[in-house]
């Protein structure tokens, strides 16, 4: 009796694991099927932006050269909707590179190249990059502190694309008469690592959309009408930027009340 229950037992365990082993099997295989999937749409998305990119460039090039008279002088109407090719290509050119970034640290392929360098001075650089755009909405962009701060140790374009990305939002997010700021500090916790914080006075994130927005096409408002637009990428980015840090990024606000972005990387890692 006992030998009889014992072998149906068996039987039975031994047909559970050859069910198990083929369910396993064909799991393996949609996993393949998705990733292979994966692959192609990255490099689909790498070779359009890239493609993109190129008439893109020369449209620009040429209305540059409309607008700054050097095929014959414009008047005022025909220069300003020339500028306004300008720009407006610049804004898709802009998106189109967003999405490059993106797509190639979706391919693993974002490293980093440190060099000492001072925050300050790179934080002065893109507030300068950003000033025009800044002024035309009356908006102020200050660096409050950060003079006696050390140099870090760290990837400078990255930090630039980071400090871009914040810049940038702050700038879109907040209306017109408002101020952006810069504050930098060493961390309260451990001196080694430098907090940098991007603040404004726009219009704020509700909490339950802290996390949301540092995720890849998040964006709070996502409507066809929403009034600023964007490829929804910059803070995915900017997160990746810093994680490859060993950093963290994160976001303080409260729906109207402004907002403060901050992020945290080591002053300077063991150098390798
Ligand atoms: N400074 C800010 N103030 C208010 N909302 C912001 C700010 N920065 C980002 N956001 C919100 O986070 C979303 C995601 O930002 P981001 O990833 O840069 O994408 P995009 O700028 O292309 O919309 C934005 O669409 C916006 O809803
Ligand atoms: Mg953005």
């Not at 392929?109 to 925050?119: A, D, N, P």
């Not at 430098?194 to 540092?214: C, K, P, S």
């Given at each position: ?41 990255t ?82 650089q ?28 760290a ?32 961390y ?64 303080e606000?409260e ?18």
């Open positions: 009796m006992t030998t009889m229950s014992h072998k149906v037992d068996h039987a039975d365990t031994a047909q559970r694991l050859k069910s198990l082993e083929l369910q396993a099997k064909e799991a393996q295989t949609t996993i393949e099927e998705l990733n292979a999937r994966d692959a192609l749409k490099q689909f998305l790498s070779n359009i932006s890239h493609d993109l990119r190129t008439p893109l460039a020369a449209i620009i090039t040429h209305a540059e050269v409309l607008r700054d008279g050097m095929l014959g002088d414009l008047n005022e109407k025909q220069r300003e909707s020339v500028t306004g090719i300008v720009s407006g290509g610049q804004q898709l050119l802009d998106m189109i590179d967003e999405i490059l970034t993106y797509v190639r640290g979706a391919g693993d392929q974002l490293t980093l190249t440190r060099t000492e360098f001072s925050m300050i001075e790179l934080v002065d893109v507030r300068m990059l950003n000033q025009a755009l800044a002024a035309k909405k009356k908006l102020t962009i200050e660096r409050l502190n950060g003079d006696d701060l050390p140099p870090v140790y990837d400078r374009d990255k930090l630039k694309h980071v400090l871009g990305n914040l810049i940038g939002n702050a700038i879109k997010f907040t209306p017109e008469g408002g101020r952006i700021w810069i504050r930098m500090s060493r309260a916790q451990d001196a080694d690592q430098l907090v940098v914080e991007v603040g404004d006075t726009g219009r704020g994130i509700a909490a339950e959309n802290h996390e949301l927005v540092f995720q890849e096409f998040a964006q709070v408002d996502a409507s066809p009408s929403r009034p600023h637009h964007g490829t929804g990428l910059g803070l995915a980015i900017a997160r990746k930027l810093v994680e490859l840090h060993e950093g963290t990024i994160w976001v606000s729906l109207g009340k402004g907002s403060r972005f901050f992020f945290r990387i080591p002053l300077n890692p063991a150098r390798g």
